[in-house]
Nanobody, 121 residues
Framework: QVQVVESGGGLVQPGGSLRLSCAAS????????MGWYRQAPGKEREFVAR???????NYADSVKDRFTISRDNAKNTVYLQMNSLKPEDTAVYYC???????????????WGQGTQVTVSS
């Protein structure tokens, strides 16, 4: 059984910062990649950032140079440091973990429950 739990959301003023955390736990053999998606009201879920097993990173154009993804391998945890936040960053942020569970045969996707980020004055 695997759990993916996000934390760190909240209300912040435009220009402010927040740090999200996502921890994966359970019968994990290894992490293929972990990343972040977000969904604003009335919009589809969209990719934000991800970090692969080898450490390479990808970012959506809308967050490049403002958001930074990092990880703690020992804790199967990934972080999203969000700086210079804008009202359009308001959304529920979801963590997606692509994990090897019980074996190294095939990885599977696991999602967290989401954490609300609201950017407003």
């Amino acid at each position: 059984q695997v759990q993916v739990v996000e934390s760190g959301g909240g209300l912040v003023q435009p220009g402010g910062s927040l740090r999200l955390s996502c921890a994966a736990s359970g019968s994990i053999s290894g992490v293929n990649f972990m990343g972040w998606y977000r969904q604003a009201p009335g919009k589809e879920r969209e990719f934000v950032a991800r970090m692969a097993r080898a450490g390479s990173t990808n970012y959506a154009d809308s967050v490049k140079d403002r958001f930074t993804i990092s990880r703690d391998n020992a804790k199967n945890t990934v972080y999203l440091q969000m700086n210079s936040l804008k009202p359009e960053d308001t959304a529920v942020y979801y963590c997606k973990a692509n994990l090897y569970v019980y074996s190294w045969d095939n990885p599977y996707d696991y999602w967290g429950q989401g954490t609300q980020v609201t950017v407003s004055s």
